[in-house]
């Protein structure tokens, strides 16, 4: 995966984790992405919502469990605070960092609609996966628990998109010209239609959406 651009101001990344230690090396980790990012921590969701008020970051990293009054851990209020995102940022780069990544379950529909970058990292994966999840959403890309991609859907431009690669064969310029919008633009919206049609494994990219329209078929998402 390439390097993400930098921009002109330091990246900013907002960190919501209840464990200090871990957000301190959630945010060593993200400065590998570029030294001179900016990490804002806070240990909860509320206080993350209010902070959104104020300032929009490159990226949000969130954990889904945290620590009631009670001593349990709680998945809900980390995903209000996801559901506050997609209803109120649909253009904002999330991770969700996790041990328990089958919790977004409830909200797979509102993340297969999101418009900026999403990715599910399972704490119990190696870092280089975290680096890997937060580059991903950071260039706009879905990327989700194979067990939860099957439940996604199509948004109407993905179909689009669809029809117009394998029914047309067009060119991923072709389509941005037909669609107007930007080459990178339909490069995302590919890769996220890999992503829900749960199409990898091949290094050939001709392969892989000879694939991606083969499954379109048999799903009968798009008609021959």
Known sequence: MSEVE???????FLIVEDHPEVAQNNCEWLQRIAADAQCI???????????????????????????????EQSAEPG????????????????MAYSSEPLLL????????????GFA????????????EGAKSALNGELRM??????????????????????????TDQAIANR???SKKTVQNCIQR?????????????INARVAMCMTAVQKKIIQW
């Open 6 to 12: 930098s921009p002109t101001a330091p990246l900013k």
């Open 41 to 71: 921590t806070v240990t909860n969701p509320m206080d993350a919502i209010l902070r959104l008020q104020r300032e929009q970051p490159d990226l949000v990293v969130a954990d889904l469990l945290y620590g009631q009054t009670s001593g």
């Open 79 to 94: 995903l209000e605070f996801l559901r506050h995102i997609f209803e109120n940022y649909p253009t904002l780069n999330v």
């Open 105 to 116: 379950t409830p909200l797979v529909g509102l993340i297969s609609k999101h418009q900026g």
């Open 120 to 131: 599910a990292v399972n704490k119990m994966e190696r870092r280089t996966v975290f680096l």
């Open 145 to 170: 628990p194979r067990e939860l991609r099957g439940l996604t859907k199509l948004t109407e431009r993905e179909i689009e998109v669809l029809n117009l690669l394998c029914k047309e064969a067009l």
């Open 179 to 181: 669609i107007h919008t």
């Open 193 to 205: 239609l890999k992503e829900k049609l749960d199409i990898f494994g091949s290094e050939d990219e």
